[in-house]
């Protein structure tokens, strides 16, 4: 299988966009933190990666959980419980506001929040619904959930 420019440019383009805010909004306090420093601490590697992942990966993962749990809730077939979607959608909710809260932290926390929010309106947009049929197992019916793809639509 050949990668062509067509899918490798964005990818690049956000990782250098990524790198740059990085650069631009280290962790840590204004004018007191470098990566430099941030190098030669005596500290150990796990408590380093530990921070970074605080950083960076929790935005990140929050604003993900958030945008995918919104476009989640609009794809889901009508017919669902409302009950069901309420959960969805107040999850999101908490999702959101916790992003927000750990931006207030300072602008190091920009990077991973956009990279989870570029991250879920990717994955997004090759979503074309969500159903949820009924299955049997072992005698028991219950309803999983099924994620119709764009791919899928050609076949």
């Given at each position: 299988m050949r990668i062509g420019i067509k899918r490798t440019l964005p990818w690049l383009i956000a990782a250098i966009l990524f790198v740059a805010m990085v650069r631009k909004y280290p962790p840590g306090a204004v004018g007191v933190f470098t990566w430099t420093r941030?190098?030669?601490?005596?500290?150990?590697?796990?408590?380093?990666?530990?921070?970074?992942?605080?950083?960076?990966?929790?935005?990140?993962?929050?604003?993900?959980?958030?945008?995918?749990?919104?476009?989640?809730?609009?794809?889901?077939?009508?017919?669902?419980r409302v009950s069901w979607i309420f959960a969805v959608v107040f999850a999101s909710s908490v999702c959101m506001m916790t992003a927000w809260r750990t931006l207030a932290a300072g602008p190091s926390m920009l990077p991973g929040y956009a990279v989870g929010i570029e991250a879920a309106q990717t994955l997004a947009s090759r979503v074309h619904a969500v159903t949820r049929p009924q299955r049997t197992l072992f005698g028991k019916t219950f309803r999983s959930i099924n994620v119709i793809w764009r791919g899928q639509l050609h076949r």
């Amino acid at each position: 299988m050949r990668i062509g420019i067509k899918r490798t440019l964005p990818w690049l383009i956000a990782a250098i966009l990524f790198v740059a805010m990085v650069r631009k909004y280290p962790p840590g306090a204004v004018g007191v933190f470098t990566w430099t420093r941030w190098w030669f601490e005596p500290s150990a590697v796990s408590t380093k990666a530990i921070f970074l992942l605080k950083t960076y990966l929790q935005p990140a993962l929050l604003s993900f959980a958030w945008i995918m749990g919104f476009q989640f809730q609009m794809r889901t077939a009508p017919g669902t419980r409302v009950s069901w979607i309420f959960a969805v959608v107040f999850a999101s909710s908490v999702c959101m506001m916790t992003a927000w809260r750990t931006l207030a932290a300072g602008p190091s926390m920009l990077p991973g929040y956009a990279v989870g929010i570029e991250a879920a309106q990717t994955l997004a947009s090759r979503v074309h619904a969500v159903t949820r049929p009924q299955r049997t197992l072992f005698g028991k019916t219950f309803r999983s959930i099924n994620v119709i793809w764009r791919g899928q639509l050609h076949r």
